[in-house]
C-alpha cells in the first residue's frame, strides 16, 4: 500500500485555505515530496508527515509556489536528525538554485544529491526506493518544466516448488528474495529460483504546470493515479489558460481519458477559482472518477492483487 497526501493544491500564490503545489507519497516508511510551495511543512506537521525519512523530493519546475517551501524545509528536515543523503530532482537549473538556498541554509547534516534534467528512466540509491522507477517529461510551460511518473515495482512472491525444484537449500530462501544472488557452496542461486510471476507495481503522475501535450497521454498511461494542474474551471477562460500555459478541467480530464488512468486527481487551482467543486462536472463528463482536490486531502493506492 502506499499512502498519499495532497499538501497543497494551490496555484500562483498562496490563500487563506490553499498552500502550494505539494503531493507527499509514503512508501514502506520512506518519503517522497513531489514540488514543495510555500506551506508545505505546515501541512506536512499537520498531517505528522514526518520529515526524518524524506529521501527524496522531485522538483517540476524553478517556479516560487513549486519550490520556495524548500528554504524552510531542507533547514526543517536537518533538525529532525536525518543522516542519510537526500536526493533533488529538477529541471535544468536546479543546481544553481539549489546552491542558492544554500547561502541562506549553510549547514545541514546530510548529502544532497542533486539530479538535474534527467533525460531517462532512473532509479535513486535507497535501500527501499531502489525499487521505484522515475520517469520525466518535458512538459509546455512558460519556463522549463517536468512532468514525472513514478512507478512501484512489486517483488514477486516467494514460490516454494520453484525452491524445490531447483534445489535452493533452505538456509537461503529468506535472503534470496532479497538480492539478486548468492553464492554458497561453490554454486550461484539467483533470486528468480525461488520468485513467482512479476506482479503488477504502482504507478503515480504528477502533471503541473502545462498545456496538454500528444505526449502526455502515453507518459501517464495506467496510472492508478494521475494528480494533474487544473488552473481554470470554466472552459470560458480557455484563452487564459493557453496565454498563462496552464490547463482547465476539461483538458486535465481529456488527458486522464486518452492516458486510461484509474483515477484523476486536481491541483494548481487558481487563486481566482474560489470553489472548483462548482466545476466538477467539466471533468467528470469527460472522466468520471475524477476527484477535486483539497490541501491534506488524503489517498491510499492498494496493489491489485
Ligand atoms: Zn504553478
Ligand atoms: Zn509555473
Not at 467528470?284 to 492498494?302: K, V
Request: aromatic content about 8%.
Amino acid at each position: 500500500m502506499i499512502d498519499l497526501v495532497l499538501l497543497g493544491c494551490g496555484g500562483n500564490v498562496p490563500m487563506p485555505n490553499r498552500n502550494l503545489s505539494s503531493l507527499f507519497i509514503n512508501y514502506r516508511g520512506h518519503k517522497i515530496l513531489i514540488d514543495c510551495g510555500e506551506g508545505t511543512q505546515v501541512s506536512m506537521r499537520m498531517k505528522n508527515c514526518g520529515f526524518k525519512d524524506i529521501d527524496l523530493i522531485l522538483i517540476t519546475h524553478l517556479h516560487g509556489d513549486h519550490i520556495i517551501g524548500l528554504i524552510g524545509l531542507l533547514s526543517t528536515i536537518g533538525n529532525s536528525g536525518k543522516s542519510d543523503n537526500l536526493t533533488i530532482v529538477g529541471p535544468r537549473g536546479i543546481t544553481e538554485a539549489i546552491n542558492a538556498i544554500r547561502v541562506l541554509v549553510e549547514y545541514l547534516p546530510y548529502k544532497i544529491n542533486i539530479i538535474e534534467d534527467p533525460k531517462e528512466t532512473f532509479s535513486i540509491e535507497n535501500d527501499i526506493l531502489k525499487d521505484l522507477e522515475i520517469s520525466a517529461l518535458e512538459l509546455e510551460h512558460s519556463t522549463e518544466c517536468l512532468g514525472y511518473s513514478l512507478y512501484f515495482n512489486r517483488t514477486p512472491k516467494f514460490n516454494v516448488q520453484k525452491a524445490l525444484i531447483n534445489n535452493v537449500p533452505k538456509e537461503l530462501w529468506n535472503r534470496l528474495q532479497n538480492s539478486n544472488e548468492i553464492f554458497y557452496n561453490n554454486r550461484t542461486y539467483t533470486s528468480d529460483m525461488v520468485l513467482g510471476d512479476d506482479r503488477k507495481g504502482i504507478k503515480i503522475s504528477f502533471v503541473t504546470d502545462t498545456r496538454p501535450l500528444f505526449t502526455i497521454p502515453d507518459f501517464i498511461k495506467d496510472s492508478d493515479l494521475f494528480v494533474c494542474e487544473a488552473m481554470y474551471g470554466d472552459d470560458m477562460d480557455i484563452s487564459k489558460a493557453m496565454k498563462n500555459k496552464h490547463m482547465t478541467f476539461t483538458e486535465a480530464a481529456n488527458l486522464a481519458r486518452l492516458g486510461q488512468v484509474k483515477k484523476l486527481l486536481l491541483t494548481h487551482f487558481s487563486p481566482s477559482l474560489e470553489n472548483p467543486h462548482e466545476y466538477l462536472g467539466n471533468a467528470t463528463r469527460i472522466f468520471e472518477n475524477t476527484i477535486i482536490g483539497e490541501d491534506r486531502l488524503s489517498l491510499s493506492l492498494n496493489y491489485e492483487d
